[in-house]
């Protein structure tokens, strides 16, 4: 029986399923995909253990990050963080520092507060049951799911993006499986499919499927292990599925940052812990508002947040970045401190520091970026 609680499979997949049951589709798409995973499984990190705690941290970086980027970090955070104690004993701003450049910093930080809790609540090991996973900050039904089925070997299913695509495509599901209705009946499909034996490696051969052969761009029908299977292409609709709204035009704003420059020091400050980069270290700075000039909104955003005045001088770089919602074009200043002493008013705290020693603070990665050009910007002032 499952560990999480399903409706009853609702939506009709019958008028896709011509001349064959369902139970005999299922068991057929289960030896087709098994025995192509057993033959052509990437050779991953995380597929060396069962340890649930590896499990779940190779998970948690492989949610909106490719598996090339994901494996020097997860090679690198197990060995400085080889259990959860190692985890919990960490400060924050270390583990954010070796999180640096993997992005969505919030399962960063979600893990860490996930390992505190883990020691604390459950003496340190991960916990087999999903209600207690699920109560673990950051970790979603889906990293339950593969923890459980993965580690501990229990039937529990997982629905990833790749998973997703796999299943709108073999059942002809044209329904957005973005809309919560038609997720919760993907969820449900999912469920019914799994096996008896070998959950695991299911759930994981239906996420390599999706990776390497059902992509979500010109897939890979001719190697499909389930081509035979698949409604998708039998109707020539592989390409059309899984159904997508529009894409809204994403917002786009001005930001103006300040380097404070002072006895061959630069202030930096820490962002507050929840939201948007919450506890990396930036340089002050933020949105310019309607009819405000660059100047004019950087002194106002310094003042707010550190409570000082500033000069603003020469312009060090201009830069185009892009977040998950939304755009920023960033314009970065040298400044010099003119009144005060600066303040965390508006961040979590602040630091003089030497830009040599810049590198040992986690940044966001508009920020590496303004560091080098800064940088640059020095070198050419020396030699000017």
């Known amino acids: 029986m499952s560990l999480f609680r399903v409706s009853i499979f609702e939506f009709r997949i019958s008028d896709s399923i011509p001349l064959m049951k369902r139970p005999e589709r299922y068991a057929r798409i289960q030896r087709a995909l098994l025995a192509w995973f057993a033959g052509n499984a990437r050779d991953l990190p995380w597929r060396r253990t069962r340890d649930p705690y590896a499990i779940w941290i190779s998970e948690t970086m492989l949610q909106q990050t490719r598996v090339p980027t994901t494996i020097p970090y997860y090679e690198r955070f197990l060995e ?4 959860v104690r ?37 003496d340190g090991r991960m916990p087999r049951m999903a209600d207690d996973l699920l109560s673990l900050p950051g970790i979603g039904r889906y990293t339950a799911g593969a923890i459980g089925s993965i580690a501990f070997k229990q039937r529990v299913a997982l629905v990833d993006g790749n998973v997703e695509r796999v299943l709108c495509r073999l059942f ?3 329904e957005n499986p973005r809309d919560a209705a038609t997720r919760k009946k993907v969820w449900s499909l999912t469920e019914e499919l799994l096996p008896a034996e070998q959950v695991g490696h299911f759930n994981q051969a239906l996420m390599e499927l999706g990776s390497e052969i059902c992509t979500p761009r010109a897939p890979r029908c001719p190697d499909c292990p389930l081509r035979r299977l698949c409604e998708a292409k039998r109707h020539s609709e592989q ?10 035009a994403l ?9 404070i ?15 948007l980069l919450g506890g990396l270290w930036e340089f002050p700075g933020g949105k310019v508002r309607p009819g405000e000039t660059l100047d004019a909104a950087l002194q106002r955003e310094v ?13 060090i770089t201009v830069m185009d970045h892009a977040y998950t919602h939304f755009r920023v074009r960033i314009h970065a ?6 009144a005060g002493e600066p303040r965390p008013i508006a961040c979590a705290a602040l630091k003089w520091v030497r830009p040599a020693d810049l590198d040992r603070y986690a940044f966001p990665a508009a920020n590496k970026r303004i560091i080098e050009a800064f940088r640059l910007h020095r070198m050419e002032q020396l030699r000017g």
Do not use: M
């Open 303 to 315: 003042h707010e947040e550190l409570d000082i005045e500033i000069e603003v001088g020469r312009e």
């Open 80 to 83: 400085r963080f080889p259990t």
């Open 251 to 259: 917002p786009s704003h001005v930001v103006v940052v300040a380097v």
């Open 261 to 275: 420059y002072r006895n061959g020091r630069i202030l930096i400050d820490k962002r507050k812990p929840k939201g």
């Open 333 to 338: 200043f040298e400044c010099t401190l003119t």
């Open 239 to 248: 390409d059309q599925l899984p159904a997508r709204a529009a894409k809204k």
């Open 86 to 122: 190692h985890l919990a004993r960490a400060r924050l701003d270390t583990v954010l520092k070796l999180w640096e450049g993997l992005g969505y910093y919030s399962r960063a930080r979600n893990l860490h507060r996930a390992a505190r809790e883990i020691v604390s609540r459950f």
């Open 172 to 174: 002809r599901i044209r």
